[in-house]
Structure formats: structure tokens, C-alpha cells
């Protein structure tokens, strides 16, 4: 049964640097070297300040995970709604900070069911956001959709990004730019070159 105790409030400040730190130590150290004494000093806060926002570790993981997909969903969101949609989804889903912290989350999840589950969640929300909107845009594009459905489409162009951010993480780097440069020929046959003035700033 969960602890009834009553914990910090979710916008507290330093709820907030808590997160900010387990992240920290997620890039720079892995999720193996999480503690709740390694978070409280990388936040220059006491240890029990950690059980008084968060009930566990997995609480902490959790809301570290739930803010920074709730985040992604907004970005994706007005990338989607761009008038490149393709190329913003493109360079949304190419981005390697996030896919590095996403690695160390995925790592955690192989040992944590919940986590596990929530990763899945928020990846089929994902999914079915990208879908909706492209699924306009293959009509809208005339796309000959016996060679890429929207479903198709979408996969590619995220699953191609996501190895390849992955992959830089690790420092590998051996036919990234000939992936790059295919997924981006067929974008632009699309939409035209990446007007730059259209990236959020």
C-alpha cells in the first residue's frame, strides 16, 4: 500500500532541481550511479530532501521521465504543426541530448516494470501524434502510398533517427551520413528545401 505521507508540492523549486540533477547525473554518469545521495549533493540540497518530494526512486525516474515526454509532446506538437512538418518532425527526432537521456531511461526500464510501461505509454502517444498528422500530409503530398504509407513513413523516419542518436552516443558514426542524407533526399522531394527561418528559435 503506498505512503499516505504528504510529500513536497509538484512545482516546489526544489522539486524542480531535483529532477534538474537526476537528469545531470543520468547524461554524465549513467543510471547505474543514481542515488538519492548522489542527486541531493549534485542539487546542493540535504538527502532528505529527496523522500520529501519523491516516495522512492522509481518516483524520481518516473517524474524525471513524465517531464521530459510531456515537454517533447508540446515541442513535437508545434513541430507538426509547422508549415515543413517532415522537416521539423526530422530535426525533432534528431536531436542527441534527449536520445541520450532516453538510452539511460530505456537501460532503467529493462529493470523497472513501471518505467518500462510508462516509456511505452508516452512512445504510443508519440507514435499515434506523428500518424495523425502525416497521415493528412501523404495526401496532401500525393505520396504513392503502395511505396510509403503514413505508418511507413513515420517508422523510418524515426526508427532511422533513433539508431542513429543512439548509435553517436555510444561514438559510432560508420554510415550515419549516407542514412542521413537518404531520409533527407526523399523529405525535400516533399517539402522542398529546409527553410531555416521556419525553426523555432
Same mark, same amino acid.
Given at each position: 500500500?503506498?505512503?499516505?505521507?504528504?510529500?513536497?508540492?509538484?512545482?516546489?523549486?526544489?522539486?524542480?532541481?531535483?529532477?534538474?540533477?537526476t537528469?545531470?547525473?543520468?547524461?554524465?554518469?549513467?543510471?547505474?550511479?543514481?542515488?538519492?545521495?548522489?542527486?541531493?549533493?549534485?542539487?546542493?540540497?540535504?538527502?532528505?530532501?529527496?523522500?520529501?518530494?519523491?516516495?522512492?526512486?522509481?518516483?524520481?525516474f518516473?517524474?524525471?521521465?513524465?517531464?521530459?515526454?510531456?515537454e517533447?509532446?508540446?515541442? #513535437?506538437?508545434?513541430?507538426?504543426?509547422?508549415?515543413?512538418?517532415?522537416?521539423?518532425?526530422?530535426?525533432?527526432?534528431?536531436?542527441?541530448?534527449? /536520445?541520450?537521456?532516453?538510452?539511460?531511461?530505456?537501460?532503467?526500464?529493462? #529493470?523497472?516494470?513501471?518505467?518500462?510501461?510508462?516509456?511505452?505509454?508516452?512512445?504510443?502517444?508519440?507514435?499515434?501524434? #506523428?500518424?495523425?498528422?502525416?497521415?493528412?500530409?501523404?495526401?496532401?503530398?500525393?505520396?504513392?502510398?503502395?511505396?510509403? /504509407?503514413?505508418?511507413?513513413?513515420?517508422?523510418?523516419?524515426?526508427?532511422? /533517427?533513433?539508431?542513429?542518436?543512439?548509435?553517436?552516443?555510444?561514438?559510432m /558514426?560508420?554510415?550515419?551520413?549516407?542514412?542521413?542524407?537518404?531520409?533527407?533526399?526523399?523529405?525535400?522531394?516533399?517539402?522542398?528545401?529546409?527553410?531555416?527561418?521556419?525553426?523555432?528559435?
Amino acid at each position: 500500500m503506498a505512503s499516505s505521507r504528504r510529500l513536497g508540492a509538484p512545482d516546489a523549486k526544489n522539486r524542480a532541481v531535483l529532477l534538474d540533477a537526476t537528469e545531470r547525473l543520468l547524461l554524465e554518469e549513467g543510471y547505474a550511479a543514481v542515488s538519492s545521495r548522489r542527486v541531493a549533493a549534485a542539487a546542493g540540497l540535504k538527502p532528505q530532501l529527496v523522500h520529501y518530494y519523491f516516495r522512492s526512486m522509481d518516483e524520481l525516474f518516473m517524474a524525471v521521465l513524465q517531464r521530459r515526454s510531456e515537454e517533447a509532446l508540446r515541442y #513535437q506538437a508545434e513541430a507538426l504543426a509547422s508549415p515543413q512538418p517532415l522537416w521539423a518532425l526530422w530535426e525533432f527526432s534528431t536531436e542527441l541530448e534527449p /536520445s541520450s537521456l532516453t538510452m539511460e531511461l530505456v537501460g532503467l526500464a529493462s #529493470q523497472r516494470k513501471t518505467i518500462r510501461a510508462e516509456i511505452a505509454r508516452y512512445a504510443d502517444q508519440f507514435r499515434r501524434d #506523428q500518424l495523425e498528422v502525416v497521415s493528412d500530409l501523404v495526401r496532401r503530398y500525393e505520396v504513392d502510398t503502395d511505396e510509403f /504509407s503514413a505508418g511507413a513513413l513515420v517508422v523510418i523516419m524515426t526508427g532511422v /533517427s533513433r539508431i542513429i542518436m543512439m548509435e553517436k552516443a555510444l561514438g559510432m /558514426s560508420t554510415g550515419h551520413d549516407d542514412a542521413l542524407a537518404l531520409v533527407e533526399r526523399h523529405i525535400e522531394r516533399l517539402e522542398g528545401p529546409r527553410d531555416v527561418s521556419l525553426r523555432p528559435s
